[in-house]
């Protein structure tokens, strides 16, 4: 069992940052596949990022290439994303999700936790 938990959330004004953390319980984070999804009204859960548990293999949905960067520190059981140059159409509730680690896993799903999610809201 893993127990995700996001924060870093809040309100930003278009062109500003936030950093998202989502810290994991027990011991085996470093065994799990990482992602980031969001979910925006009106709009489906979309992919965001995800991280392998490696930290060598990363993955980004088109729309925030180059200005979001995911990342992991396995020695304190978080993961990040890093978001940059926000825009109104990043405003979403952004949820963390993990994967055992397998031969399958692929970075858009499935997971096998979520988080409960953190609100980002961007204004323009």
């Known amino acids: 069992q893993v127990q995700l938990v996001e924060s870093g959330g809040g309100l930003v004004q278009a062109g500003g940052s936030l950093r998202l953390s989502c810290a994991a319980s027990g011991r085996t984070f470093s065994s799990y596949g990482m992602g980031w999804f969001r979910h925006a009204p009106g709009k489906e859960r979309e992919f965001v990022a995800a991280?392998?548990?490696?930290?060598?293999?990363?993955y980004y949905a088109d729309s925030v290439k180059g200005r979001f960067t995911i990342s992991r520190d396995n020695a304190k059981n978080t993961l990040y994303l890093q978001m940059n140059s926000l825009q109104p159409e990043d405003t979403a509730v952004y949820y963390c999700?993990?994967?055992?680690?397998?031969?399958?896993?692929?970075?858009?799903?499935?997971?096998?936790?979520w988080g409960q999610g953190t609100q980002v809201t961007v204004s323009s």
């Open positions: 991280i392998k548990w490696t930290a060598y293999n990363t």
């Open positions: 999700a993990a994967a055992r680690a397998s031969g399958s896993y692929s970075p858009r799903g499935p997971y096998d936790y």
